[in-house]
C-alpha cells in the first residue's frame, strides 16, 4: 500500500509537472499569436508605407509631367479655332503712359496692336447680319533711357540682370533729338501730326545707323511702324517693325524683343493673318514670362484671348482672360484691367449672357474714364450700344454711338469710327431707315479699306448686300457678296492649321448662305439664266472644304521633305498624348482627387492644341503641300462629269432660316426646289429620330406619323425624280443625324414602307468630296488580303476571362471605378458578347489565310495601330464606340483597357490616333455605336471618325448614327458580309440588302434595330 501510496505520489507529481508544460505551452503560443499578431500589424503599416510611396511617386509624376507641360504652355495652347466676334474692345489710349495719369504702370506698347486687329464680325441676333466693331488705337513703346541708351520696354520691373551698355556719342545727339520731336507729334495723335512724326522719325534714322546706335535705329524703326499702322499703312507698318526685329535681338533686349514680337503679330491679325499672328504671340509670351515682365505677360495673354475671340473659341478666350486680368491688377494698370473688362463683357454677351455682360463693360467704363482714357470709353460705350441693340432697344443703342462717336474721330481713330459707323447702320437698317443705313455702310466701307481691315471691309459688303436684297436690288447685292467671299477665300488660305481653318470658315457661313440665297432668288426670276447651278456650286463651296484639303494632302505624302526634328516633335507629342490617356485612366481607377483629373485633362487640351500646331508647321514647311493646288468645290458639269452616272440622283440640302434649298442633279440635269425654313425641318427631324432611337418603347404609329412627316417636307418635292434612281445624300445641319433609308417614299399613305425598298442611299459630306476620294484610289492596288477583324475587347475585372488573374501593377483595377470611368466618356463599358459571335461569322465566309483576327485581350489599341491592318481591304471592329460632340478629337473606339496580365492599359483608339493611320483598306466597318456621329461644325458637318479613316486612306466608312442594339448588329453584319463575301455585291448594295432582309423579319422590323448604319462614301 505504501509504494502505491508513493506511486500515486508520484503519478499526481508528473500530472502537476505536464500540467505546467502544458501551461507554459499555452503561454508560449499565446506570446507566439502575439508576436504574429505584431508582425501582421508591421506588414499592415509597411503595406500602408509601401501604398503612400506610391501614391507620392505617382504625385511626383504627375507633377513632372505638370512641369513639361507648364514648360511648353505657350505652344500647346495654340490650337484656337475660328468663328465670328462682336465689337472688340479698344486697348487703352497709351499716351498717359508717357507723363499722363498712370505713368508708373508697367503695360506692353503693343496692346493695341492685338486688340486692335481686324476681325471676323459676329452674326447679329437677328441671325444673319454681322456686327464689325473692333476698335484699333495705336500707341508707341515708352522708352527707358539707360545710361542714355533707349530700350523697348516698360518701367523697370525684376530682371536678373541688364545689359551693359555705353552712353551715345555726341554725334547722335540731333538724331535723338528729332526723334523727341518725332515722339511729340505722335503723341498728338492727329493725322497731320502723325505724318509729321513720321518726317522726324526718317530724319534721325540714318543719323542713327551712321553713328551705329543699333537700339535707337530699332526703337525709331519700331515707332515709324507704329505710326504707320496708327495711319492705316498695315504693310509699310510691318515691313518697319521686321526691319526692328534682327537690331533688337542683335543688343539682348529681350523685353523689346517680345514687344517686338507681339506688334508683328498684330499687324498680321490686322491683315487677316491669324496664323502668323498667333506664331508670333506664342513666341513674345515666354520671353514676357522669362525676364519677369508681369504687365507684359497680361498683355500678351490678354492679345491671344482675343484672338480667340475673333475665331470663335469663347470659352478659350474667357480662360486667358481670366488670367490677365489678376497680372493687370498686380502691376497696378488700370487700363489694361478696364481693357481686358471690356473683352471679358463682349464674350459673355456673345454667349447670350447680356445682364453679366453689361456689369463687365460697366465697371470698364468706369476704369477707362478713371484714366482718362477717351479711346477705351469710345470702345466702350460702342460695346454697350452693341448689347443694347441686340435686345431689340434700338434707340439706346444709337444714343451710345452717338457718344462714341466723336470720340473716335477726336482720337483720328479711322478704324473705330468705321466701327462705329457700321454699328449705327444696324440699328437703322433694324428700325426700316434702309438708305440712312447704306448711307452710314458706305461711310465704314471705306474707313475699312483705308485701313487695310480686310476682315471688316468683308463684313461691310455683306452687310450691304444683305440690305440691297432686302431692298429688292438683288443684282446689287450679288455684287457685294461675291466681293465679300472673294476676300473670304483669301483669309481662309492664309490659315496653316486645319482645325482653324474649319473653324473660321464656320464664321462666314451666313456670307454663303446669303450668296445662295440670293442666286435662288434671281434664278426664280430668270429661271433659264443658270442661277441654280450657281446657286449648288456656292452649296459645295460652302460646306466640308476642309475635308477637301486634308484628303488632297493625305494623297501628297506631305511629311516627305521636312525636317527631322519636326517629324520627331510630332511623335513626341503623340507619344504624350498616349502617356496621358494612360495615366489618366489609372487616375480614375484609384480613386484619387477629381481636381487631378482636372488638371489631367487640361493638359490633355494643351497637347492636343499643341499637336494640331505642330501639324500646322509641317503644313507649312513641307514642300509638297506647298506645291499642292488648294483642291476647289466641283461646278455643276464637273459633279455631273466626275460623280454621277446614270443611275444615280444626288440630293444636295442647303437649310437657312428663312428659306431651304434643295437640288435635285441627274447625269443630264438640274431641278432645284425651296424648302421650309431650318427650324421646320428641324422640329419634323428631331421627331423622326426620337421616334427612332426609343425602338420598342415607341408605337409604330408615332414612327410611322413622324417618318411621313419628314419625308413629305424633304423628299416629295423631288418625288419625280425618285424612281429607280441611287440616291447621294449631301445632308446639312440635323439632317446629318438622320438615316434617310429608314425615310418612306413621299406620297405612300399605307402602311410604312422604307424607300430603300427601291433603292441604294449613300451619305456623302459633299459631291466634291467624292471626287477627291476616286482621284486618290483610282490608281491603288488592292491591298492583297481579304479581311481583318477587331472585336469583343476586354473593359473590365468584372469579365470572366480576368478571373483569376492577379494584376502585376501597383493600381488596382475594380470593376466599379471602370464603370466611373465609362461614364466619364460616356459609355458603358459591359461586354459585347454577340461581337464575337459577329466576328467569328463574318471571319467565316473568307479562307483563313485571307484573313487576321484580334478578340479579347488581343483586340488592343496595339492592334488596331499595327501596320499589318494596311495589308486587308476589309477591317472590322465589333465595341464600344463614342462621339464626343464638343471636342471631335476625343471621339473614339473603346479596345481592351487590361492586358493579358489583368493590368490597365489604354484602349482608346482617339481621332488623332485614326488620322496617324496609314489604312489603304476598301471598306472600313464600325461595328459600334454612335461612330457617324461628331462635332456639327457649320459648313464642315459632322466632325468625327469618317473623316480619320478617310484620311487614313479609306473612301468608304460603314458607320452608326445611335448607340445600337448588340444583338441586332451581329445579326445584320453577318448578312452584310455575306452579301459582299459570298455574292460579290458593292458595300452599298449589300448594305440595302441586308437591312431590307431585316425589315421584313417581325423580329427586326423596327428601323431602330437596322437602319443606323449608313454608308459615307464610295459607293462603286
Given at each position: 500500500?505504501?509504494?502505491?501510496?508513493?506511486?500515486?505520489?508520484?503519478?499526481?507529481?508528473?500530472?502537476?509537472?505536464?500540467?505546467?508544460?502544458?501551461?507554459?505551452?499555452?503561454?508560449?503560443?499565446?506570446?507566439?499569436?502575439?508576436?504574429?499578431?505584431?508582425?501582421?500589424?508591421?506588414?499592415?503599416?509597411?503595406?500602408?508605407?509601401?501604398?503612400?510611396?506610391?501614391?507620392?511617386?505617382?504625385?511626383?509624376?504627375?507633377?513632372?509631367?505638370?512641369?513639361?507641360?507648364?514648360?511648353?504652355?505657350?505652344?500647346?495652347?495654340?490650337?484656337?479655332?475660328?468663328?465670328?466676334?462682336?465689337?472688340?474692345?479698344?486697348?487703352?489710349?497709351?499716351?498717359?503712359?508717357?507723363?499722363?495719369?498712370?505713368?508708373?504702370?508697367?503695360?506692353?506698347?503693343?496692346?493695341?496692336?492685338?486688340?486692335?486687329?481686324?476681325?471676323?464680325?459676329?452674326?447679329?441676333?437677328?441671325?444673319?447680319?454681322?456686327?464689325?466693331?473692333?476698335?484699333?488705337?495705336?500707341?508707341?513703346?515708352?522708352?527707358?533711357?539707360?545710361?542714355?541708351?533707349?530700350?523697348?520696354?516698360?518701367?523697370?520691373?525684376?530682371?536678373?540682370?541688364?545689359?551693359?551698355?555705353?552712353?551715345?556719342?555726341?554725334?547722335?545727339?540731333?538724331?535723338?533729338?528729332?526723334?523727341?520731336?518725332?515722339?511729340?507729334?505722335?503723341?498728338?495723335?492727329?493725322?497731320?501730326?502723325?505724318?509729321?512724326?513720321?518726317?522726324?522719325?526718317?530724319?534721325?534714322?540714318?543719323?542713327?545707323?551712321?553713328?551705329?546706335?543699333?537700339?535707337?535705329?530699332?526703337?525709331?524703326?519700331?515707332?515709324?511702324?507704329?505710326?504707320?499702322?496708327?495711319?492705316?499703312?498695315?504693310?509699310?507698318?510691318?515691313?518697319?517693325?521686321?526691319?526692328?526685329?534682327?537690331?533688337?535681338?542683335?543688343?539682348?533686349?529681350?523685353?523689346?524683343?517680345?514687344?517686338?514680337?507681339?506688334?508683328?503679330?498684330?499687324?498680321?491679325?490686322?491683315?487677316?493673318?491669324?496664323?502668323?499672328?498667333?506664331?508670333?504671340?506664342?513666341?513674345?509670351?515666354?520671353?514676357?514670362?522669362?525676364?519677369?515682365?508681369?504687365?507684359?505677360?497680361?498683355?500678351?495673354?490678354?492679345?491671344?484671348?482675343?484672338?480667340?475671340?475673333?475665331?470663335?473659341?469663347?470659352?478659350?478666350?474667357?480662360?486667358?482672360?481670366?488670367?490677365?486680368?489678376?497680372?493687370?491688377?498686380?502691376?497696378?494698370?488700370?487700363?489694361?484691367?478696364?481693357?481686358?473688362?471690356?473683352?471679358?463683357?463682349?464674350?459673355?454677351?456673345?454667349?447670350?449672357?447680356?445682364?453679366?455682360?453689361?456689369?463687365?463693360?460697366?465697371?470698364?467704363?468706369?476704369?477707362?474714364?478713371?484714366?482718362?482714357?477717351?479711346?477705351?470709353?469710345?470702345?466702350?460705350?460702342?460695346?454697350?450700344?452693341?448689347?443694347?441693340?441686340?435686345?431689340?432697344?434700338?434707340?439706346?443703342?444709337?444714343?451710345?454711338?452717338?457718344?462714341?462717336?466723336?470720340?473716335?474721330?477726336?482720337?483720328?481713330?479711322?478704324?473705330?469710327?468705321?466701327?462705329?459707323?457700321?454699328?449705327?447702320?444696324?440699328?437703322?437698317?433694324?428700325?426700316?431707315?434702309?438708305?440712312?443705313?447704306?448711307?452710314?455702310?458706305?461711310?465704314?466701307?471705306?474707313?475699312?479699306?483705308?485701313?487695310?481691315?480686310?476682315?471688316?471691309?468683308?463684313?461691310?459688303?455683306?452687310?450691304?448686300?444683305?440690305?440691297?436684297?432686302?431692298?429688292?436690288?438683288?443684282?446689287?447685292?450679288?455684287?457685294?457678296?461675291?466681293?465679300?467671299?472673294?476676300?473670304?477665300?483669301?483669309?481662309?488660305?492664309?490659315?496653316?492649321?486645319?482645325?482653324?481653318?474649319?473653324?473660321?470658315?464656320?464664321?462666314?457661313?451666313?456670307?454663303?448662305?446669303?450668296?445662295?440665297?440670293?442666286?435662288?432668288?434671281?434664278?426664280?426670276?430668270?429661271?433659264?439664266?443658270?442661277?441654280?447651278?450657281?446657286?449648288?456650286?456656292?452649296?459645295?463651296?460652302?460646306?466640308?472644304?476642309?475635308?477637301?484639303?486634308?484628303?488632297?494632302?493625305?494623297?501628297?505624302?506631305?511629311?516627305?521633305?521636312?525636317?527631322?526634328?519636326?517629324?520627331?516633335?510630332?511623335?513626341?507629342?503623340?507619344?504624350?498624348?498616349?502617356?496621358?490617356?494612360?495615366?489618366?485612366?489609372?487616375?480614375?481607377?484609384?480613386?484619387?482627387?477629381?481636381?487631378?483629373?482636372?488638371?489631367?485633362?487640361?493638359?490633355?487640351?494643351?497637347?492636343?492644341?499643341?499637336?494640331?500646331?505642330?501639324?500646322?508647321?509641317?503644313?507649312?514647311?513641307?514642300?509638297?503641300?506647298?506645291?499642292?493646288?488648294?483642291?476647289?468645290?466641283?461646278?455643276?458639269?464637273?459633279?455631273?462629269?466626275?460623280?454621277?452616272?446614270?443611275?444615280?440622283?444626288?440630293?444636295?440640302?442647303?437649310?437657312?432660316?428663312?428659306?431651304?434649298?434643295?437640288?435635285?442633279?441627274?447625269?443630264?440635269?438640274?431641278?432645284?426646289?425651296?424648302?421650309?425654313?431650318?427650324?421646320?425641318?428641324?422640329?419634323?427631324?428631331?421627331?423622326?429620330?426620337?421616334?427612332?432611337?426609343?425602338?420598342?418603347?415607341?408605337?409604330?404609329?408615332?414612327?410611322?406619323?413622324?417618318?411621313?412627316?419628314?419625308?413629305?417636307?424633304?423628299?416629295?418635292?423631288?418625288?419625280?425624280?425618285?424612281?429607280?434612281?441611287?440616291?447621294?445624300?449631301?445632308s446639312d445641319g440635323i439632317l446629318q443625324y438622320i438615316p434617310f433609308a429608314a425615310l418612306p417614299a413621299p406620297g405612300n399613305n399605307s402602311d410604312y414602307i422604307p424607300i430603300i425598298q427601291e433603292r441604294e442611299i449613300v451619305n456623302l459630306p459633299s459631291a466634291s468630296a467624292l471626287a477627291i476620294l476616286r482621284r486618290d484610289t483610282e490608281k491603288r492596288q488592292p491591298a492583297p488580303k481579304t479581311l481583318a477583324v477587331?472585336?469583343?475587347?476586354?473593359?473590365?475585372?468584372?469579365?470572366?476571362?480576368?478571373?483569376?488573374?492577379?494584376?502585376?501593377?501597383?493600381?488596382?483595377?475594380?470593376?466599379?471605378?471602370?464603370?466611373?470611368?465609362?461614364?466619364?466618356?460616356?459609355?458603358?463599358?459591359?461586354?459585347?458578347?454577340?461581337?464575337?459571335t459577329e466576328a467569328q461569322q463574318i471571319l467565316s465566309l473568307v479562307p483563313e489565310a485571307q484573313r487576321f483576327q484580334a478578340f479579347g485581350f488581343a483586340a488592343s489599341r496595339s492592334a488596331a495601330t499595327s501596320s499589318e491592318l494596311s495589308q486587308y481591304r476589309i477591317v472590322h471592329f465589333a465595341t464600344h464606340g463614342f462621339a464626343n460632340s464638343q471636342q471631335p478629337e476625343l471621339s473614339g473606339i473603346v479596345l481592351?483597357?487590361?492586358?493579358?496580365?489583368?493590368?490597365?492599359?489604354?484602349?482608346?483608339?482617339?481621332?488623332?490616333?485614326?488620322?496617324?493611320?496609314?489604312?489603304?483598306?476598301?471598306?472600313?466597318?464600325?461595328?459600334?455605336?454612335?461612330?457617324?456621329?461628331?462635332?456639327?461644325?457649320?459648313?464642315?458637318?459632322?466632325?468625327?471618325?469618317?473623316?480619320?479613316?478617310?484620311?487614313?486612306?479609306?473612301?468608304?466608312?460603314?458607320?452608326?448614327?445611335?448607340?445600337?442594339?448588340?444583338?441586332?448588329?451581329?445579326?445584320?453584319?453577318?448578312?452584310?458580309?455575306?452579301?459582299?463575301?459570298?455574292?460579290?455585291?458593292?458595300?452599298?448594295?449589300?448594305?440595302?440588302?441586308?437591312?431590307?432582309?431585316?425589315?421584313?423579319?417581325?423580329?427586326?422590323?423596327?428601323?431602330?434595330?437596322?437602319?443606323?448604319?449608313?454608308?459615307?462614301?464610295?459607293?462603286?
Amino acid at each position: 500500500m505504501h509504494r502505491l501510496t508513493i506511486a500515486m505520489h508520484r503519478l499526481t507529481i508528473a500530472m502537476h509537472r505536464l500540467t505546467i508544460a502544458m501551461h507554459r505551452l499555452t503561454i508560449a503560443m499565446h506570446r507566439l499569436t502575439i508576436a504574429m499578431h505584431r508582425l501582421t500589424i508591421a506588414m499592415h503599416r509597411l503595406t500602408i508605407a509601401m501604398h503612400r510611396l506610391t501614391i507620392a511617386m505617382h504625385r511626383l509624376t504627375i507633377a513632372m509631367h505638370r512641369l513639361t507641360i507648364a514648360m511648353r504652355h505657350a505652344q500647346f495652347r495654340m490650337g484656337l479655332t475660328f468663328q465670328q466676334r462682336r465689337d472688340m474692345l479698344s486697348p487703352v489710349q497709351w499716351n498717359w503712359l508717357n507723363g499722363g495719369a498712370g505713368t508708373g504702370m508697367a503695360v506692353l506698347a503693343s496692346l493695341q496692336l492685338v486688340l486692335t486687329s481686324a476681325g471676323t464680325p459676329p452674326a447679329l441676333a437677328q441671325g444673319e447680319r454681322k456686327h464689325s466693331t473692333k476698335n484699333p488705337i495705336s500707341q508707341g513703346v515708352p522708352v527707358s533711357l539707360r545710361d542714355g541708351v533707349p530700350v523697348l520696354d516698360f518701367p523697370p520691373v525684376k530682371v536678373a540682370q541688364e545689359p551693359e551698355t555705353d552712353s551715345p556719342p555726341d554725334a547722335s545727339a540731333g538724331a535723338r533729338k528729332l526723334f523727341q520731336e518725332g515722339e511729340q507729334l505722335r503723341n498728338q495723335g492727329t493725322a497731320e501730326s502723325l505724318k509729321a512724326a513720321v518726317e522726324k522719325y526718317l530724319q534721325a534714322l540714318p543719323l542713327f545707323r551712321a553713328a551705329g546706335e543699333k537700339r535707337w535705329e530699332a526703337l525709331t524703326l519700331h515707332n515709324i511702324g507704329l505710326v504707320c499702322d496708327d495711319l492705316g499703312e498695315k504693310q509699310k507698318a510691318l515691313d518697319y517693325i521686321t526691319q526692328a526685329l534682327p537690331l533688337i535681338r542683335a543688343v539682348g533686349d529681350r523685353r523689346g524683343e517680345a514687344v517686338t514680337l507681339n506688334n508683328i503679330g498684330f499687324v498680321y491679325s490686322a491683315l487677316g493673318e491669324k496664323q502668323k499672328a498667333l506664331d508670333y504671340y506664342s513666341q513674345a509670351l515666354p520671353l514676357r514670362r522669362a525676364v519677369g515682365d508681369t504687365g507684359g505677360e497680361a498683355t500678351t495673354l490678354h492679345n491671344i484671348g482675343l484672338v480667340c475671340d475673333d475665331l470663335g473659341e469663347k470659352q478659350k478666350a474667357l480662360d486667358y482672360y481670366s488670367q490677365a486680368l489678376p497680372l493687370f491688377r498686380a502691376v497696378g494698370d488700370t487700363g489694361g484691367e478696364a481693357t481686358t473688362l471690356t473683352s471679358t463683357g463682349l464674350v459673355y454677351s456673345d454667349l447670350g449672357e447680356k445682364q453679366k455682360a453689361l456689369d463687365y463693360i460697366s465697371q470698364a467704363l468706369s476704369l477707362f474714364r478713371a484714366v482718362g482714357d477717351t479711346g477705351g470709353e469710345a470702345t466702350t460705350l460702342n460695346s454697350t450700344g452693341n448689347i443694347y441693340s441686340s435686345l431689340g432697344e434700338k434707340q439706346k443703342a444709337l444714343d451710345y454711338y452717338s457718344q462714341a462717336l466723336p470720340l473716335r474721330r477726336a482720337a483720328g481713330d479711322r478704324r473705330g469710327e468705321a466701327l462705329t459707323l457700321n454699328s449705327i447702320a444696324l440699328a437703322y437698317s433694324d428700325l426700316g431707315e434702309k438708305q440712312k443705313a447704306l448711307d452710314y455702310y458706305s461711310q465704314a466701307l471705306s474707313l475699312f479699306r483705308a485701313a487695310s481691315d480686310r476682315s471688316s471691309e468683308a463684313a461691310a459688303l455683306y452687310n450691304i448686300a444683305f440690305l440691297e436684297r432686302d431692298r429688292g436690288n438683288l443684282t446689287e447685292a450679288l455684287s457685294q457678296i461675291e466681293a465679300s467671299l472673294k476676300i473670304i477665300e483669301d483669309l481662309r488660305t492664309k490659315i496653316a492649321s486645319s482645325q482653324l481653318r474649319t473653324s473660321y470658315f464656320a464664321t462666314v457661313q451666313d456670307y454663303y448662305q446669303l450668296y445662295t440665297d440670293l442666286l435662288m432668288r434671281l434664278h426664280k426670276q430668270q429661271p433659264n439664266s443658270g442661277y441654280d447651278a450657281k446657286a449648288l456650286h456656292a452649296s459645295e463651296r460652302a460646306r466640308a472644304r476642309t475635308l477637301l484639303e486634308l484628303l488632297a494632302e493625305a494623297g501628297a505624302d506631305i511629311r516627305a521633305g521636312v525636317s527631322p526634328e519636326l517629324l520627331q516633335e510630332e511623335s513626341t507629342v503623340v507619344q504624350q498624348l498616349d502617356a496621358t490617356e494612360k495615366q489618366r485612366a489609372l487616375l480614375l481607377a484609384s480613386n484619387i482627387d477629381p481636381t487631378w483629373i482636372a488638371e489631367l485633362d487640361r493638359q490633355r487640351e494643351f497637347l492636343l492644341s499643341y499637336y494640331e500646331d505642330v501639324r500646322g508647321k509641317i503644313r507649312t514647311t513641307s514642300p509638297r503641300y506647298a506645291a499642292l493646288t488648294q483642291p476647289q468645290p466641283l461646278t455643276l458639269p464637273e459633279i455631273q462629269q466626275q460623280v454621277l452616272d446614270e443611275g444615280t440622283l444626288l440630293l444636295e440640302y442647303s437649310l437657312g432660316e428663312k428659306r431651304s434649298y434643295l437640288w435635285a442633279v441627274t447625269k443630264t440635269g438640274i431641278t432645284s426646289y425651296e424648302l421650309p425654313p431650318r427650324a421646320d425641318i428641324e422640329k419634323a427631324a428631331k421627331a423622326f429620330r426620337d421616334a427612332l432611337t426609343l425602338g420598342e418603347r415607341a408605337s409604330p404609329a408615332r414612327l410611322t406619323a413622324a417618318a411621313k412627316a419628314l419625308s413629305d417636307i424633304i423628299l416629295a418635292p423631288a418625288l419625280q425624280q425618285l424612281a429607280g434612281k441611287r440616291l447621294l445624300v449631301v445632308s446639312d445641319g440635323i439632317l446629318q443625324y438622320i438615316p434617310f433609308a429608314a425615310l418612306p417614299a413621299p406620297g405612300n399613305n399605307s402602311d410604312y414602307i422604307p424607300i430603300i425598298q427601291e433603292r441604294e442611299i449613300v451619305n456623302l459630306p459633299s459631291a466634291s468630296a467624292l471626287a477627291i476620294l476616286r482621284r486618290d484610289t483610282e490608281k491603288r492596288q488592292p491591298a492583297p488580303k481579304t479581311l481583318a477583324v477587331i472585336a469583343d475587347p476586354v473593359f473590365g475585372t468584372d469579365d470572366e476571362r480576368v478571373r483569376g488573374i492577379v494584376p502585376s501593377g501597383s493600381v488596382p483595377v475594380e470593376a466599379q471605378q471602370l464603370q466611373r470611368a465609362a461614364a466619364d466618356a460616356g459609355v458603358a463599358w459591359n461586354r459585347l458578347p454577340f461581337t464575337r459571335t459577329e466576328a467569328q461569322q463574318i471571319l467565316s465566309l473568307v479562307p483563313e489565310a485571307q484573313r487576321f483576327q484580334a478578340f479579347g485581350f488581343a483586340a488592343s489599341r496595339s492592334a488596331a495601330t499595327s501596320s499589318e491592318l494596311s495589308q486587308y481591304r476589309i477591317v472590322h471592329f465589333a465595341t464600344h464606340g463614342f462621339a464626343n460632340s464638343q471636342q471631335p478629337e476625343l471621339s473614339g473606339i473603346v479596345l481592351s483597357l487590361l492586358d493579358e496580365k489583368g493590368d490597365l492599359q489604354n484602349g482608346f483608339l482617339r481621332l488623332n490616333d485614326i488620322f496617324n493611320l496609314n489604312l489603304p483598306a476598301d471598306l472600313v466597318v464600325l461595328s459600334a455605336c454612335q461612330t457617324g456621329l461628331g462635332k456639327q461644325i457649320k459648313g464642315e458637318g459632322l466632325v468625327g471618325l469618317t473623316r480619320g479613316f478617310m484620311y487614313a486612306g479609306t473612301p468608304r466608312v460603314v458607320v452608326s448614327l445611335w448607340k445600337v442594339d448588340d444583338r441586332a448588329t451581329a445579326e445584320l453584319m453577318g448578312r452584310f458580309y455575306q452579301k459582299m463575301l459570298k455574292e460579290g455585291k458593292p458595300a452599298a448594295t449589300a448594305l440595302r440588302e441586308a437591312q431590307l432582309e431585316m425589315w421584313q423579319e417581325t423580329q427586326w422590323k423596327l428601323p431602330y434595330y437596322w437602319a443606323a448604319f449608313v454608308l459615307q462614301g464610295e459607293w462603286r
